[in-house]
Structures are given as structure tokens and as C-alpha cells.
């Protein structure tokens, strides 16, 4: 058992209006609660300065588009990339489907291999599956550790020089572990195999560097980044996103059309189709500055504290089985002995604590466990002792009810 470190409130609940006093937001891996600054943005580009981008002639749209493309330099510091290798995407769905289809669809062919992991969200699963039966090739999963990170000494046994494409979540939304992604990277690389790390549960969390990572696409989603929804990115290498067919056609994304032959724009106009989610982005600098002014490596200590804090007092409680390593970043998955965890869930909502219950859209994690769902509380920028203290109120209840 870990030993609870003091939790230090980062003092952030007055810039969230949509938490109400007393009520505890333990969902934040499904999506973050939006702070005050991002709401204002999102006013702001509706309510005064709206217009289109990139196409306009007049004032108001080229401010947009200086507006728009100020947004991704800032993605950009934000991960440590460059602006023109940061592709805006609906989230990290849309994300890990263009890579697959564009990327993996364009190189794979019959006999290659793509590598999973166990604990994968079925957003990092279905798009290889989808790419694997198109090209013909195959997929192997690598299992977790003990703890429940994905084992990299058995992926070092796995990998082959068939292994065309590797994809990894960097934390897992159901077990809250993090991936060594230099390591897992370097395995990777070693056979020749391109890199994609999910990371949509670890930019939130933890302070993220593609370049010092090493890997070759990354991706995340706004929405669990304390911005809109709607709205997400996809980082490739400048090389491997020149070399990638666009996978949507429409405006913006062309160089010249006719009827005879169309040729298309750069990157990362080349996978931006269409009109563009204008304020989405411009939420998502506001987002981006909010989280950054806290400090990535004050975020990441905070929610570490509140990880140990609430699996000490779950673990306490004889009919709790947790799940996940015990340094997990901000996510904690348990299950109450004898009750369904969408019962834990119901009877938390009636104390006003909002946890998830269900399979947490990764299935085959769920059957590696032996389980058909988990509970889960993750923790954001807004929570505190109190909100521990009434989970674990609310979990003492759930035994008291069930005997
Ligand atoms: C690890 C992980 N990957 C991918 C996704 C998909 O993100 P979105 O639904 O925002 O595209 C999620 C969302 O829960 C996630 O937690």
C-alpha cells in the first residue's frame, strides 16, 4: 500500500462554473470540467471577433485566421513540436483513424504486423483492425505486467521486422498507468516499426515533449484537456505527414482543381478539409494557457496525491479490489465485492460524487482482468481532499447498503 502524501489543493475550483459547491466531478478522464478562461474565449470568438478563416479578404477574417494559426504555434510550444507537423483534428479518434487510413493504409500490406497493447481504448483498436482487413495484416497484442502496464519486456520478445506499426496509449484511461514511451519507442524503432502514442489521458497529466519522446505520431483530444469538445490534434513527423495522401477532400485542403487533375495543399492544410472547428481552436489555446500556467509538473504531483490518498482509504475498506499500478496518474479503477459497479455508481450520485462505471470502451482490458466493468474515479485540476473524503464516504455506503 502507497503512503498517502498530503494533498495540496491547486485552488482552482472558483475558475470552474460549472461545479457546483458540494458536488464532486470524479470523471474528468471521460471529459474536464471547462475553466472560466476557456468559456470567455469560446464568447469571446462567438459573441465579438467570428469569421471564417484562411479565405476571407476582409479584416475581421484575416484576424481569425492570424487568431487560428496562433492557436497551433501555441499547440505546438505546448508539446514541443513544430506548427506545421500539428494537424487540427475533431479528437484523438479522428486522429488515430487519418494515421490509419492515410499512414498505415498506404504502407501495410499482407504479412505486416501491427502491435497493440492490452489496455488500449477501443479508439486505438478499431482503426488497426479496420487498416489490418483492408491491407491483410495481422494484429498481436502485447499483455500488461502484474501491476497492469503494458510489458515491455514481453513487447521486446514480440517484436519482428514484420512489426510495420506500433500503437500505445501513453496513460491508460482505465488503470491510470504510464507507458515509458522512450522505451517503448526505441523497441520499436530497433525493428524498424513507425510509432503512434495515444495520449489523450496523459497531456492532461503529465508534461509532454514528442521530440524527447521519440515517437513518430502522438495524439489527444481537447476535451479531456480542460478545452471543447470537437476539437483535437494530431502531431506527425514533418517527413511522415509530406509523404501522407489526404484521407477527406474539400476546401481548404487542395493546391489547384479541375476536372482533369487536383493537386493537394502541405501539410497541415492538407488534413484540415472544410471549415474548420474555428473556435473550437481558439478554446483550445485558451485551454492550453490555463493548464500551462499551473504547471504541467504541479498538475501531475497534485493528481498523484490524490491517487494515493484514495486508493490508502479504498484499499482500507476490505471489499475493494483496485486495479492499476499504484503510482497511476490520476485515474483509479476498483470494484466493490458483490455490487455491480453501476450500482457504486448510483448510490455515489445520490452524494453527489460522479465517478464512471462500465467497461470504460476498452472490452478486451476488461476480459483480461476478469471483469465486465470497473468503477472509476480520475481526478483534474479542481479536486481535492474533499472530494476523496466523500468518495470514499460514498463507497463506505455501498458496502453498508449491499451488507
Ligand atoms: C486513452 C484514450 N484514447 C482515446 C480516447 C478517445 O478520445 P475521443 O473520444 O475524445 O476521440 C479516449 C477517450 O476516452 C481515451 O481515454
Known sequence: MSTATTVRPLDTLADFPAIPAGWSYLDTAATSQKPQPVVDAIARAYGETYATVHRGVYQRSADMTLAYEAARVRVARFIGAEPNECVFVRGATEAINLVAHSHAGTHLKPGDRILLSMLEHHSNIVPWQMVAERTGAAIDVVPLDAEGRIDLDAMAAMLRPEHRMVALSHVSNVLGS??????????????????????????????????????????????????????????????????MPPWQGGGSMIDRVSFERTTYAPPPGRFEAGTPHIVGVLGLHAAIDYVDALGLDAIHAHEGALVAQARDALARLNSVRLFGPEDSAGIVSFAVEGVHPHDVATILDEGRVAIRAGHHCAQPLMAALGVEATARASFGVYNGPADIDALVKGVERVTRIFG
Open 178 to 243: 504510464v507507458l515509458d514511451v522512450r522505451r517503448a519507442v526505441d523497441l520499436a524503432h530497433g525493428v524498424g516499426a513507425t510509432v503512434l502514442i495515444d495520449g489523450c489521458q496523459a497531456v492532461p497529466r503529465l508534461p509532454v515533449d514528442v521530440a524527447a519522446l521519440g515517437c513518430d505520431f502522438y495524439v489527444f483530444s481537447g476535451h479531456k484537456l480542460y478545452g471543447p469538445t470537437g476539437i483535437g490534434v494530431l502531431w506527425g513527423r514533418a517527413e511522415l505527414l509530406d509523404a
